[in-house]
């Protein structure tokens, strides 16, 4: 079993930044798919951005340019630099790993933009 828990959601002003990170405990495969995924109300879940274990990043159009992902020392972790953030990137976000065939989800942490 693998467990996920994010953090650095917030609420923050347009223009503004965070810093989203994941840590991942449990049985986990070595070659695997980190990721951020996010919920805007009424919208389903769409992908923001996914980096493999060998540190190759993947970009949502919308986000590139804005939004940095990056591994931490450990691995098992994963961050998400967001900057000129945009009322529209207002979602609940959650963390994704994918190893081993199976996809384990965060339970979400919700960003708020807004003046």
């Known amino acids: 079993q693998v467990h996920l828990v994010e953090s650095g959601g917030g609420l923050v002003q347009p223009g503004g930044s965070l810093r989203l990170s994941c840590a991942a405990s449990g049985s986990i495969s070595s070659m695997n798919i980190m990721g951020w995924y996010r919920q805007p109300p009424g919208n389903q879940r769409e992908l923001v951005a996914t980096i493999t274990s060998g540190g190759v990043p993947n970009y949502a159009d919308s986000v590139k340019g804005r939004f940095t992902i990056s591994r931490g020392n450990a691995k098992n972790t994963v961050y998400l630099q967001m900057n000129s953030l945009k009322p529209e990137d207002t979602a609940v976000y959650f963390c994704?790993?994918?190893?081993?065939?199976?996809?384990?989800w965060g339970q979400g942490t919700q960003v708020t933009v807004s003046s």
């Open positions: 994704r790993l994918v190893g081993g065939g199976y996809p384990y």
